[in-house]
C-alpha cells in the first residue's frame, strides 16, 4: 500500500496553473483562485484542491538554510520537534485507567473535581457537601487503593 493518489485531473492542475493564459492580479488569493479557475476552465473548488496539492507535493530540504522571525537563521534539523515530556506518562495514564474505573462514583467524582476541574478540598466539600476534612480522607483512601492496585500490577 502506498501513498494515497488522487485522481489524474486533479495531480495535473498544480502544473497547468503554473502556465496561465494571461497575467494574474493579485489583489487577494480568492482572486487569483477565481482568475485560476477561468484560465483553466475549472471550477473554484478544483483548482483550490490543486493548489493545495501542488503545496503538498513540495518539500524542503532539512539542510535549507531559514530565518526565523528576529533574523535568527537555522535549518529544519534545528526546528524539529523535541521529545514529548507527556510521554513518559502513558504508561503511568494506562496502568490508572482500569483502577480508577473500579473506584465508586463518590471517589471518582471527587478525583475528577480535584485534578481535573482542579478544586481545593474545600470547594470540593462545599460542592458535595461535606466537610474539607473528610474530602481530604476520602481522597486519603482514594489514593491507598489506587497505589495498592499499581504494586499488585508492578
Known amino acids: 500500500m502506498g501513498r494515497p493518489r488522487p485522481p489524474r485531473r486533479t495531480r495535473a492542475l498544480p502544473t497547468s496553473r503554473s502556465r496561465p493564459r494571461r497575467p494574474l492580479h493579485p489583489p487577494g488569493p480568492r482572486t487569483i483562485t477565481a482568475e485560476l479557475a477561468t484560465d483553466l476552465g475549472e471550477d473554484n473548488d478544483r483548482v ?14 532539512l539542510d535549507a538554510p531559514t530565518t526565523e522571525p528576529g533574523g535568527r537563521r537555522d535549518t529544519g534539523h534545528d526546528r524539529r520537534g523535541t521529545r514529548d515530556p507527556a510521554l513518559e506518562l502513558v504508561v503511568d495514564r494506562e496502568t490508572l485507567r482500569p483502577l480508577i474505573a473500579e473506584l465508586d462514583d463518590r471517589d471518582r467524582r471527587i478525583l475528577m473535581l ?4 482542579d478544586l481545593t478540598q474545600a470547594e470540593i466539600g462545599q460542592r458535595l457537601g461535606m466537610s474539607q476534612m473528610h474530602v481530604s480522607r476520602l481522597l486519603n483512601h482514594a ?9 499488585a500490577t508492578t
Open 48 to 61: 483550490r484542491l490543486g493548489l493545495e496539492l501542488g503545496a503538498a507535493l513540495r518539500s524542503d530540504s
Open 143 to 151: 489514593f491507598t487503593t489506587l497505589r495498592t492496585g499499581i504494586l
Open 114 to 117: 480535584r485534578f481535573w476541574d
